[in-house]
């Protein structure tokens, strides 16, 4: 039996405002996230539908709107060890923009997005991960595909200027996960509670479709 893919959204967002991006950009630096999101999205999960990876130097998929992908922590280049997917309207858009990369792909809706990304982990046996940025969290957040939510929350005693957002998780579809759970989701301990970058706290945590 098939077991069901595994698609999951993540992000950073503050906890006050949810901001998630300003000026095509993160709002702030937090080594252990950026750590976190590269672990979590490369690492090969045990539980996956198929354990092949045969010779394909990927696993995972993330999936990222347009913007994200040109943004400043991407640049246009695909995250590597992970098949990446942009999802933009124009169906001429250059993925290739910086270089003819093997693991990229274009499609031109979200739930197209999700389908290439499910077809693509068939083949490696890997998650789906959706990167953002706020339509595209939107708009995958409530399809049926999504199973669950990855998520830094943020706290600042400052305010920090943001010009994107996450849209508010609705807790009649997703419910916050204990830390147990987003252990065994993970497949390994993750730090607990509140951890501290500077003058920002923050935490991981993960919510999961009811
Ligand atoms: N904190 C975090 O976790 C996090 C995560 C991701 C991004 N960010 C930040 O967020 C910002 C970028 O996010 P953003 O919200 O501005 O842009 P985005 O979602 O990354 O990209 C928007 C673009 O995606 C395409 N798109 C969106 N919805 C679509 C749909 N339904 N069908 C087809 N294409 C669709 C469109 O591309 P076309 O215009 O080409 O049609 C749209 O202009 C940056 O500042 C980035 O650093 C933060």
Known sequence: MTKQNIVVLMAAALSDTRGIGYKQDLPWYIPADTKWLNHVTTKKYVDTPLNR???QDWHNVVIMGRLSWESIPMRGIPM????????SRNPDYNIYAVDKFRNVS???????????????SQKTGGRIFVLGGEKVYEEAMVLPQSTHILLTL???????ECDTFMPQIDLRIFRLA??????????EIVPEGIQSHEN???????YVRI
């Open 106 to 120: 274009l499609s031109n809706s979200i739930s197209q997005a999700l389908s290439d990304g499910i077809e693509e």
């Open 178 to 187: 204990s830390h147990e759970e987003l252990e065994a989701f993970i497949q």
């Open 200 to 206: 920002l706290d923050y935490e991981f945590l993960l």
């Open 53 to 55: 990876v045969d010779d």
């Open 154 to 160: 943020i706290y600042t005693k400052e305010p920090i």
């Open 80 to 87: 590597e060890d992970r098949f990446n997917i942009v999802v």
